[in-house]
């Protein structure tokens, strides 16, 4: 079958939405299909500056990219004197505003969906808060082509998914996807169908997790052989609970645990004014952005994975530490209850609790056997649930499924051959 | 209606095509999946299941002991089961949606193909998964103490009003049946009120909405606590005891 893509960045460009498009595209094309990538020519979206190449062929993808007008500091104050006025008022004047803040506008996506949507059997839009699903959407339906959405909602901000126009384009799509039940709920609690609301979730490749040895990575990283050894990775932002892990570390440390706190991830102005307070905390060792290589050797090197943010849409990092055998800790909100069982594969700590984020932590230095079991348990649910082919299972399942309605509602079917193959589309 | 029964030859199959013949069905059964029918229903996983674009697909895993087939219930637009642990299993360690998995007998089999070929299913049980394993899910797990019922009863009233939390009807669009003016009646009705649902309505109900999810967060909180000071005097107790041993 033939399947178009439209998504507001696509790989090189880096980003959770952009890897999920990306795996699913090369995954459906191992399979048969044929698909196309409707993108920005950005690399970023804070400014969506036109620097990638118009058309690429990306491991069996044809990925055409469209020129989108750039985000100047004047776009970025008509965005936010949109949203302001809109969640005071709820007035749906004030949604062109957001639309046109948020970008990215590309009117050659818009034209080149309309002038060839025709040709595919089903439209995908990925990420609901940018406007490329707006007009996507709307040429899709005016094409009368199925058209799906994976909007990747965060439920803490509701301009990724509760603003007028984008509650049109779910209520309006034949399917809904989710990354986690906890987003399914969200979606129902809105009032959509529960038939059209799926939860497919986030892949990753197994394979590209090999392991490896604990104290070759640990002498990298310049910690100590013995020890347990607590990682945070990621984005060192506010709402990821860097400060709840570090003062959970120093409380522990005060207890005469022998610990080493090894703390990864691009910095920002937040985490660079937290750092003078935990100055001459023993044992903390601080890296910044690193390569996927040294991402793995980090992973490697620690005892468990410590994220105790409560804006997480997934936390794809917890699946990783899983597929590296450690245990997680997580904070008890929706998203990251859906993706960890508490107890089984990791904790769930009291969000912004430093003590009881303390309580998980002793207890898995009190016992390295239970930390090993719930290691192999995560990577046991990672193998089942989250690798790129079972994503891809899903999703494929969903777009047959809203085809199927689709044929169901129009009533015939009369010489249509049973299953549908590329050579017969060719 | 045509209907094809693929996947098995066994006598579990033979008795699925003859419930559908008695139906008035007309129906084939092979592992050949012919083009063309209006339900295809599936007594394990096939192939045929990954490219079916037209007709009802039924994944039946009432014979399935293990679940072997499981995976195949991604490309099923429903699937059969036939125990309460089968169906807990698909959600919980496949992550399926609860509302398309049906438990059902021969009995009630035909009803179910009924409806599901209008489209005219209501969505099987439900659940709201996410929410009910989430920011209470450790402390809720139920204890042999004799306050863990109730613990779990208040847990449960509490996510029946979380669910009403949002008295906003966000479904709700203005519409007019009337042809060709209807679009034309709707806009009007839509902009008579809109001078009083957008500055005045709508961000009274929002504000009333966010009172209502701070008073379910503040009872869920309470209620951790609770719970929390429950395990620790239960484990208190049990230390007294082991003392007085």
Redesign the interface.
């Known amino acids: 079958?033939r399947f178009l893509h439209v998504t507001q960045r696509y790989p090189p460009a880096i980003g959770g939405a952009e890897k999920y498009i990306a795996d699913l595209s090369e995954e459906l094309v191992q399979r048969g299909h044929q698909v196309d990538v409707f993108t920005s020519r950005a690399l970023d979206f804070y400014t969506w500056k036109n620097e990638l190449p118009r058309l690429e062929h990306l491991n069996g993808v044809n990925v055409y990219r469209f020129s989108a007008m750039r985000r100047r500091a004047w776009v970025w104050s008509i965005l936010h004197f949109g949203l302001r006025h809109y969640w005071?008022?709820?007035?749906?004047w004030y949604e062109p505003f957001i639309f046109f803040g948020g970008g990215p506008l590309a009117p050659g996506m818009l034209w080149a969906t309309l002038a060839r949507g025709r040709r595919y059997?089903l439209i995908h839009l990925s990420c609901l808060v940018y406007g490329h699903v707006a007009y996507g959407y709307w040429a899709a339906r005016r094409l009368g082509v199925p058209v799906v959405v994976t909007p990747h909602a965060h439920a803490r901000q509701q301009d990724t998914y509760n603003l007028g126009y984008q509650?049109d384009v779910m209520?309006g799509c034949d399917h809904v996807i989710a990354v986690?039940?906890?987003?399914?709920?969200?979606f129902?609690?809105?009032?959509?169908d529960?038939?059209r609301?799926?939860?497919a979730?986030n892949g990753l490749r197994p394979d590209d997790y090999p392991g490896g040895q604990q104290a070759t990575a640990r002498r990298r990283f310049g910690l100590p052989d013995e020890g347990f050894t607590v990682l945070f990775l990621g984005r060192k932002s506010d709402y990821k609970g860097l400060d709840v892990a570090l003062e959970a570390y120093a409380v522990l440390q005060r207890q005469g645990l022998p610990m080493s706190f090894l703390a990864v991830g691009p910095e920002t102005d937040y985490s660079q004014a937290l750092w003078p307070r935990y100055q001459g905390l023993p044992g903390l060792t601080v890296l910044g952005a690193v390569s996927d290589e040294e991402k793995l050797a980090a992973l490697a090197a620690c005892d468990c994975l410590v994220l105790p943010s409560i804006g997480e849409a997934f936390g794809i990092v917890f699946l990783e530490a899983w597929l590296m055998g450690k245990p997680v800790i997580g904070a008890?909100?929706?998203?990251v209850?859906?993706v960890i069982d508490?107890?089984q594969d990791g904790w769930?700590a009291?969000p912004g609790d430093a003590s009881d984020l303390a309580a998980c932590i002793a207890r898995l230095v009190a016992d390295p056997d239970l930390a090993r079991r719930m290691g192999a348990r995560g990577r046991d649910k990672v193998l089942?649930?989250y690798t790129v082919p079972?994503i891809t299972?899903?999703v494929?399942?969903?777009y047959?499924?809203a085809?199927?309605?689709r044929?169901?509602?129009s009533g015939s079917?009369?010489g249509?051959?049973?299953?549908?193959?590329l050579e017969q589309d060719q | 209606m045509k209907a094809h029964v693929a996947g098995s030859t066994s006598s579990a199959a033979s008795a699925v095509c003859r419930l559908l013949q008695e139906r008035g069905d007309v129906v084939s059964c092979s592992d050949q999946v012919p083009p063309g029918a209006d339900l295809y229903l599936f007594l394990g996983g096939h192939k045929a299941m990954k490219s079916l674009t037209h007709g009802l697909v039924i994944l039946d895993l009432r014979h399935d002991t293990i679940l072997e087939a499981a995976p195949w219930v991604s490309y099923a637009d429903l699937c059969l089961v036939r125990s309460d642990q089968d169906r807990e299993a698909l959600v919980d360690a496949h992550g399926f949606e609860p509302e398309r998995i049906f438990l059902v007998t021969d009995d009630t089999l035909s009803d179910l193909v009924d409806k599901a070929v209008r489209d005219a299913l209501p969505p099987a049980h439900t659940e709201r998964r996410g929410k009910a394993m989430s920011e209470h899910g450790a402390a809720m797990r139920p204890t042999d103490r004799p306050g863990s019922a109730q613990m779990v009863s208040l847990a449960a009233r509490l996510e029946g009003i979380e669910r009403q939390a949002d008295i906003m009807l966000r479904g709700y669009r203005v519409r007019s049946r009337v042809p060709v003016i209807g679009p034309l009646i709707a806009w009007v009705r839509r902009n008579l009120t809109s001078h009083l649902r957008e500055p005045y309505l709508d961000p009274t109900f929002e504000r009333q909405v966010a009172v209502n999810r701070e008073l379910v967060t503040a009872l869920r909180e309470l209620l951790d606590r609770q719970a929390e000071l429950e395990q620790r005097l239960a484990h208190f107790e049990e230390e007294q005891q082991h003392g007085g041993e």
Request: glycine share 6%; hydrophobic share 30%.
């Open positions: 079958m005071h008022t709820r007035s749906r059997d509650r209520f986690t039940p906890a987003e399914r709920d969200l129902l609690d809105l009032g959509l529960p038939w609301v799926s939860v979730g008890r909100v929706p998203a209850s859906s508490d107890g769930l009291v089942r649930r079972r299972d899903r494929e399942g969903i047959l499924r085809l199927r309605r044929q169901r509602a079917h009369d249509q051959p049973a299953t549908r193959s």
